[in-house]
């Protein structure tokens, strides 16, 4: 099983002039993702008792998630509002503070099953949040040597101020990292949390300090995979006719979960096991999923039967 952690929000989203709210957050829209690539897949994060979270319970139920790690809170749903720019992507205004994702705390996170495979995507929510943020970063570190455990830092402006400053967050991410198995993370984000170096950098010195692979990815640059050991595999991107990127980096980490699950990638050993050519079928598949995702309006991505050749269960 695959346990996602992380904020559930819902994204006010134009369209014809207004703001349409859809659920969102970059952990719940990875738990979509799997659901809807048929793994098992849990969801830890807080969720309002509010119509709101009522509708987004809903839907991971709907998409076969698991939510009894899930906890419950009075408090309202957290908010973000997107603005797309003209070429479609997306940046966020947050609504957080006595919000139902920013109150889960250490207290409060249930135990997990050893051999589960933890993963944690950011947002609004960064590791210096308290107590959030720091109840998930704890999580990792005490997971690690057990199950899998993988990271989407997905740096927004806000944490920066949440741990005082760029640089004390970057050190708080450089220690998580370096106890991780298994980071996903885009060029853009390198280079906010290290605006002295650049991307390609950055991720070399990720890898090299504790995981056993790092995954960069690039937009229509595709994705390059950079091993414990050095290595390097790339993919170009794929060219399709873009609606929006609203969840497209969500997509693709559900696809490269999926994708490595599926193949029985279940322990760090295994995963520092893939040779060159898995690598670069594992960013493919991953890709297909970001792009199909792209091409409709919101974080929409696409169940197994849409990917081709399909998805089968393995």
């Known amino acids: 099983m695959i346990v996602v952690a992380g904020e559930a929000l819902v994204d006010l989203a134009p369209r014809d002039g207004l703001l349409l709210p859809l659920p969102g957050g970059s952990p719940y829209n990875v738990a979509v993702g799997l659901g809807r690539l048929g793994r098992r897949t849990s969801y830890l994060g807080g969720l309002s008792t509010d119509a709101f979270g009522q509708r987004m319970a809903e839907r991971l139920d709907a998409e076969s ?10 408090a309202p749903t957290t ?7 003209a070429d479609g992507r997306a940046s966020y205004g947050f609504y957080l503070a006595g919000t139902a994702a920013a ?4 207290d409060q996170l249930p135990p997990l099953p050893t051999d589960a495979w933890l993963h944690v995507s950011l947002g609004a929510i960064g590791f ?3 107590p959030t943020g ?3 970063a704890g999580l990792l570190e005490q997971h690690a040597g057990r199950g899998l455990t993988s990271l989407d830092p997905n740096v927004r402006p806000l944490v920066f101020a949440q741990a005082g400053g760029v640089a004390a967050y970057a050190e708080v991410m450089d220690r998580v990292v370096a106890a991780t198995d298994l980071v996903k993370v885009s060029d853009e984000d390198l280079e906010q949390l290290h605006p002295a170096s650049d991307w390609h950098a950055s991720a070399r010195r990720w890898a ?3 995981p056993a692979l790092v995954v960069v990815t690039r937009g229509p640059d595709g994705a390059v995979a950079v091993t414990a050991d050095g290595r390097e595999v790339a993919v170009p991107g794929a060219r399709v006719e873009v609606v929006d990127t609203v969840g497209a980096g969500d997509a693709f980490t559900a ?4 994708w490595l699950d599926r193949q029985g990638v279940s322990d760090r050993h295994a995963l520092a096991g893939l040779d060159d050519a898995t690598l670069a079928a594992a960013l493919t598949s991953a890709r297909q999923v970001a792009a199909l995702t792209c091409t409709r309006a919101g974080a929409d991505p696409p169940r197994a039967a849409e990917v081709a050749g399909g998805w089968p269960e393995g």
């Open 255 to 258: 696809g490269l979960l999926a």
């Open 103 to 106: 109150l889960l705390a250490v």
């Open 134 to 136: 720091r109840a998930l």
């Open 208 to 210: 090299a300090s504790g």
């Open 128 to 130: 210096a949040h308290a």
């Open 65 to 74: 998630v698991d939510l009894s790690l899930c906890p419950r809170f009075d």
């Open 79 to 85: 908010l973000a509002v997107v603005h797309l720019d």
